[in-house]
């Protein structure tokens, strides 16, 4: 499965933006899914994640209320909007795949893709 995130920016305090990640093979339907962010000099930190149906999902406490993952089995796409946007969540933000039994550790993830930037001015 080879991912690509994309729709980060710059944006100010407050504001929204939303991020997709496309995944080509048909495999994408089998696998949960999560986005991951890391900031400079910190370790990457889990975000959200989606069960293979869409029907469960899982929010890092940070970001709960404020952040939507959601998926489209379909078009092979998962999506995370993130409003009320503040400078902590600055960071490179990436897609990830994974199977079994859906985790928010990276190590559970084994496909990655290339992050996209999010920065949030105070």
């Known amino acids: 499965v080879q991912l690509q995130a994309s729709g980060g920016g710059l944006v100010q305090t407050g504001d929204s933006l939303r991020l997709s990640c496309a995944a080509s093979?048909?495999?994408?339907?089998?696998?949960?899914m999560g986005w991951f962010r890391q900031a400079p000099g910190k370790e990457r930190e889990f975000v959200a994640a989606?069960?293979?149906?869409?029907?469960?999902?899982w929010y890092a406490d940070s970001v709960k209320g404020r952040f939507t993952i959601s998926r489209d089995n379909a078009k092979n796409t998962v999506d995370l909007q993130m409003n009320s946007l503040k400078p902590e969540d600055t960071g490179v933000y990436s897609c990830?795949?994974?199977?079994?039994?859906?985790?928010?550790?990276?190590?559970?993830?084994?496909?990655w893709g290339h992050g996209t930037q999010v920065t949030v001015s105070s």
């Open positions: 093979a048909r495999a994408f339907g089998t696998n949960y």
């Open positions: 990830a795949a994974g199977s079994g039994v859906i985790s928010t550790l990276p190590i559970s993830y084994r496909n």
């Open positions: 989606i069960s293979r149906s869409g029907a469960s999902t």
